[in-house]
């Protein structure tokens, strides 16, 4: 996977966070859409320009209307709008009035979290791969256990997987992660659809 963070739509509120440095993420693949507030129409060049860089990864919404909330409901739009193409999403606001709306969405089986700081996400991404070197090295541990009855295809070795490591409640493309991390170790092979082991 690498410095991918594949699916994963960042959603900024650009009234509540202003000090944002897209370099930051440059080398993860996100979407980002940037929610700007109908009266604010000045935009920092280096903001601008750290964007473009970004090519259409990037995407400026300029909301309707000055309410209160009036951004933070064009977000929540956003998010019921792209939520059924199993997509992550990351909010970066300080506004803890997502938290309800974040809670229902995880209770939907909708990955979403808010965050304060673009650092949180490399933290994150560290985290994620420390995790994922773990679970694959229980994995080997397992299998190397079972050498007598390992699974044979890619779809077996697959809910083999996901059923060692239910308590972990580990996303579909985090197991499909797994599988992928055990080929590109070489750990297994596969041909004509049949997995060999080599270890």
């Known amino acids: 996977m690498g410095k991918k963070l594949k699916n994963t739509v960042l959603l900024i509120d650009y009234e509540n966070i202003q000090d944002i440095d897209l370099s930051i993420i440059q080398e993860h693949d996100i979407e980002i859409k940037i929610f700007v507030g109908q009266s604010q129409n000045k935009i920092p060049i ?27 409901f064009h977000i929540a739009f956003y998010l019921g709008k792209l939520s059924n ?63 007598n009855s390992r699974p044979t295809t ?6 083999h997987i996901k059923s060692l490591l239910l ?9 499909d992660q ?10 297994v092979s596969e041909v004509s659809n049949k997995i060999t082991y080599h270890f």
């Open 46 to 72: 280096e903001l601008v320009l750290s964007s473009q860089k970004l090519g259409q990864r990037v995407e400026w919404i300029q909301i309707e209307g000055t309410g209160s909330n009036s951004l933070d």
């Open 85 to 147: 193409n199993n997509l992550s999403f990351i909010i970066l606001s300080k506004d803890k009035g997502f938290e309800p709306l974040i809670k229902y969405l995880t209770k939907q089986n909708i990955n979403c979290k808010r965050i304060q700081s673009l650092l949180e996400i490399l933290k994150q991404k560290s985290q994620d791969k420390t995790q994922q070197i773990d679970l694959t090295e229980k994995v080997l541990e397992n299998l190397a256990k079972i050498n």
């Open 154 to 159: 890619r779809k077996t070795l697959r809910h």
């Open 167 to 175: 308590h972990e409640k580990l996303s579909e493309s985090e197991i």
């Open 178 to 187: 797994l599988v992928n991390n055990l080929f590109h170790e070489k750990k």
